[in-house]
């Protein structure tokens, strides 16, 4: 796959190079917060194995990308995932979990991106996320990228703000 290049970030598929930056992304606690699950509690070693197998074996209905600076540093990771390629839709997932990159334009950029890398490469007519309802932070950047709020949604014992992006929007936006 070729890089996606954004304003600010590149985005590019993942390596087993990315495993320990993503390890210690994952058993920090408040980035669980941020992503409404719990802090890792794994090993790293278990972790490096499971992240292997998916490298091995990647799914169909999932694609992960490591978020760089424009030089090569990784800050962070997108996916999108659920794809349904009948409801021609997918829901996004982002986490800028370089601190040094937050309220910086990074992770808008990086949802731009991957927006824009959705649409140009399939028929999908709508991607939506779900968002914490009280992370104003995240809402105001997902506003900026176009998503606009649909409702609000209980999963797992959290509240959620659902969000989308339909095409149409997206390429009047970007016209």
Wanted: proline share 2%; hydrophobic share 35%.
């Amino acid at each position: 796959m070729k890089l996606i290049q954004g304003r600010l970030i590149t985005l590019r598929e993942k390596h087993l190079d990315d495993a320990y930056q993503d390890y210690q992304w994952r058993i920090d606690e408040e980035l669980a917060t941020l992503d409404a699950t719990t802090p890792l509690r794994m090993s790293y070693d278990n972790y490096l194995r499971l992240i292997e197998d998916e490298l091995r074996r990647p799914v169909p209905w999932s694609r992960r990308f490591a978020i760089d600076t424009h030089d090569g540093k990784l800050i962070g990771n997108c996916m999108y995932y659920d794809i349904d390629t009948i409801r021609k839709q997918t829901e996004i997932g982002i986490l800028i979990g370089d601190r040094e990159y937050w309220n910086k334009g990074y992770g808008t950029d990086a949802v731009d991106t991957i927006c824009r890398y959705i649409f140009e490469s399939t028929d999908f007519k709508k991607i939506y996320l779900h968002t914490l309802i009280w992370n104003t932070r995240a809402q105001k950047s997902f506003g900026k990228s176009g998503f606009e709020y649909v409702r609000e949604v209980r999963k797992e014992g959290y509240d959620f703000l659902l969000m989308e992006l339909l095409r149409e929007k997206w390429e009047n936006m970007n016209t």
